[in-house]
């Protein structure tokens, strides 16, 4: 059984009772506030992940907010949304990111130079999202709602590190096996095919540089499960594109020390699958692109590198040759494990990804900054009652 620990804490599943860890955040309940946020759009309550999710947490005794980020484009939607997740026992704060008082809210800010409207999409959802948690919550649980193995011991895993006081965590990020049920086969084709052999790679040229260690210590590195504390919440800056994970590792790296962070394991984990896409624009493409620019930029401003067309080159036959390894060794794995493995298809994945290093990292070098949205405690420094306000709109829209 592995016991290897990393550059930041990993905690294992060797035998965690979710019990005990539960009897523990019931008996500091009432001096610990917690929250579970989740950015959904409307669509995805007409699939089964949500309604899963739901039916867990409504027996989560030790979660004391559930806030909503929905993205909803008529009030008829919003208004369902409200009626989907009444069942939750908990308080339940639905934020309407399309409402007329949130938008005049936001509109505000704008005058003053900070301009969330500007932005759309998961990042967007996320950073409201936060600015209600932060209010609210003392730890705040963060993840999709797309997860198909949802368990109870979710939240209870990604939360206890945090409440436990002598551990002085500050933030514990999930990792976990892809695998899809039926036929059983290994998912999480991005970080296997692309970003896994795309670190080795730039560590081959940069050398073992403390960011890039820092992130090869991440067993899934773009896990979107994650459990926070509030006053990391407000010093975060949010990017607005699917290199949401990696930027948010970077700020991490920025605002904390190393051993105040930890990853924990939650098992076999599936959720909703994308296509590779037919363009960069698409798919698993767009996402991979996206990952590059943002570890570029990251790399570039955490370390002394500066960086060339050069270093894409390079980088293009490092990350192959590095790559076709893993995929001989995920097929010696899978073989072993009885799982279905298409070799030829995941080599055609990578041929793929390969070819996003090029046309990424040339639209790197034409727009080498990112659009972010700043950080809470920016945002409170322009309007000090901001969160105040916006929980207040979700009040009163489901008033309304």
């Excluded at 505000?108 to 900070?114: E, V």
């Amino acid at each position: 059984m592995d016991q290897k620990q990393e550059r930041i804490t990993t905690i294992h599943d060797f035998n965690l009772d979710p019990a005990t860890l539960e009897n523990r955040l019931n008996l500091v309940e009432k001096s610990y506030i917690s929250a579970v946020l989740i950015p959904c759009l409307y669509e995805e309550l007409k699939r089964p992940a949500i309604q899963g999710i739901c039916s867990v947490l409504s027996t989560c005794n030790f979660i004391n907010y559930i806030i909503v980020v929905i993205y909803a484009k008529t009030r008829n939607q919003y208004e369902e949304s409200i009626r989907f997740f009444e069942v939750l026992p908990q308080q339940v704060i639905i934020l309407w990111q399309h409402s007329p008082r949130v938008l005049e809210l936001l509109s505000g800010l704008k005058g003053q130079g900070f301009n969330p409207l500007a932005m759309e999409g998961k990042g967007k959802a996320v950073w409201l999202g936060l600015g209600i948690a932060s209010l609210l919550a003392d730890g705040i649980v963060l993840h999709d709602a797309d997860i198909l193995t949802y368990d109870r011991s979710y939240p209870l895993k990604l939360l206890f590190p945090l409440v436990e006081t002598e551990f002085d965590i500050a933030v514990n990020k999930a990792y976990y096996a892809r695998l899809s049920p039926s036929p059983a086969s290994l998912n999480g084709r991005v970080v296997r095919l692309f970003l896994t052999p795309l670190l080795d790679g730039l560590v081959d040229i940069f050398g073992p540089c403390r960011y890039l260690l820092y992130l090869q210590s991440f067993r899934y590195p773009l896990a979107g499960e994650l459990a926070l504390t509030r006053e990391l919440a407000l010093n975060v800056r949010i990017p607005n594109n699917w290199g949401l994970e990696i930027e948010f590792l970077a700020e991490l790296y920025r605002n904390l020390s190393e051993k105040r962070i930890a990853q924990v394991d939650l098992g076999v984990f599936d959720h909703k699958h994308q296509l590779v896409g037919e363009a960069l624009d698409q798919g698993l493409q767009k996402m991979a692109a996206d990952i590059l620019g943002s570890l570029l930029r990251t790399l570039c401003e955490l370390e002394q590198v500066i960086l060339t067309l050069d270093h894409i080159h390079a980088l293009r036959v490092k990350f192959k040759r590095r790559g076709q390894d893993y995929i001989r060794q995920y097929f010696i794995d899978a073989k072993m494990n009885g799982l279905t493995y298409d070799r030829h298809q995941e080599e055609g994945v990578l041929e793929t990804f390969e070819k996003v290093i090029l046309e990424a990292g040339q639209r790197y070098f034409a727009q080498p900054i990112s659009s972010q949205i700043g950080n809470w405690s920016r945002a409170i420094a322009v309007m000090p009652d901001l969160r105040e306000q916006l929980f207040a709109a979700t009040q009163l829209d489901r008033q309304g």
